[in-house]
């Protein structure tokens, strides 16, 4: 029955006419932490660890003890983490004390299509500006998958005319159980996970190009998706006095204009960690409306919930408390609006849809497609034609099916239980999928991507 699930999945991929994945893509710089190179890493800096942990983590990088509060707190929570560094001599300190092992293709975007171009979409198009040689050399080889030009759309190695690495987006992947004794503290990870400190200076107030702009819309109806991503980018304030808000109404102006020319485009957003407070709900109020579905991991969420003020979020929601997640997600969808919310944890994907188009069997179809993609991107490193049913042999994660059990006296006298993980509540669909978990990942960073997307394109 899984399989059979899986094939009606893939069929759906197939048989959407063009995606488009904006804003965000770009170089990583991959590495594996090692007990080893975390203590250099320490040593290098002379930093306090105990007065680091203690510290709240900053909303930006701008010293080498900010990127290593970052690490830090990551590491010892199992949380993915990222953060944009504003000072190159944070950066450069990377380089020279720690360096990357590979250099891979990043960012949610190009996560994103690189994920479903595997998969068989018939047309997916990546706004990748700009494109340089070093990262179109990173774009897998199909002949589905192109980028934005202002032409209308070609194959990355083709429309690449920039040279240079402009930008570096570190991802500092841990295995679960790394542990280090340091000045006396055991730093030791709960699970595997990666804190990733961005470099991103000419990208670093996401202002679009307007060729490219004027290309997306010339082809608005060959898409029928569109997944936006970028926003974590932004500052609160830069150094010429101005603020965030002019690059959101610019991409607020860009996504109406796509809809315009084609009223029946679908609309994803996925929430990366916006460190900003002011941020996430400048977004919330003007992005989250143009959109169909939002995307997030129980960090985003609890970052969500915040920005909307009132009651602060509960840490339940950090602990992934499956009553906790549901309420913060009903809160997020009540306030702004957004028909579909799709919350993935380590152990669960929980998605509320109030999208009378789509049955909650297909929305349970959907997170158990992404559930097993994920897996085999875990395994694997990258999705393949061959391995994306892999992730079938890993079994459902107990604590998905706990959530479920938690769920039921919950929800009894508030909605309908209509299966195992899925109930009606007024106008939503509230269902619940365990993932499955593979105990030593290959990687983790881009899984979230590449999870939502799944789910988006066949279950919304």
Known sequence: MQEESLDRCRRRLQSIPGVLCAFHSVIDGWVRLTPERLRALLDSAGVDVRALLDAPVPEEVRTVEDLLCGLLHSLTQGKALQRVIRDEAAHRWLLENLHYDRLRLGGTSANMAAAISALGVPRVVTYAHPLTHELAALFPMRDNLFVLTPEGA?????????EGLFALHWII?????????????????????????AWNPINNQLRLNPELVQSAIAQARS????????????????????DFRPSVDETGSFVKGLRKANPNLRVHLECASMASASLRRYVEETIVPLVHSLGCNEVELA???????????????LREDP??????ALRVAETTGVPRIHVHTLGYYLCLSADERVSWEQIQESLCFAAALAAARAQARELTDDNWAAGLDIAPSFAGQTAQRVLDPILQNRAEKVSQGVWKSGKHWIVIEPTRVVPQPKLTVGLGDTISAAAFLTGA
């Open 323 to 328: 009553v906790a997640i549901l309420r913060g």
């Open 303 to 317: 970052g969500l919930v915040e920005a909307l003020g009132g009651a602060p979020p509960s840490q339940d929601i």
């Open 223 to 242: 898409f029928s998706h569109l997944m936006l991503s970028g926003y974590h980018l932004l500052s609160e304030r830069y150094p010429d006095g101005s």
């Open 173 to 197: 992947e841990y295995d679960g159980g790394l542990s280090l004794i340091y000045q006396g503290v055991e730093l030791k990870a709960p699970r595997a996970n990666r804190f990733i400190p």
């Open 154 to 162: 070609a194959h990355p190695r083709e429309a690449a005319r920039a």
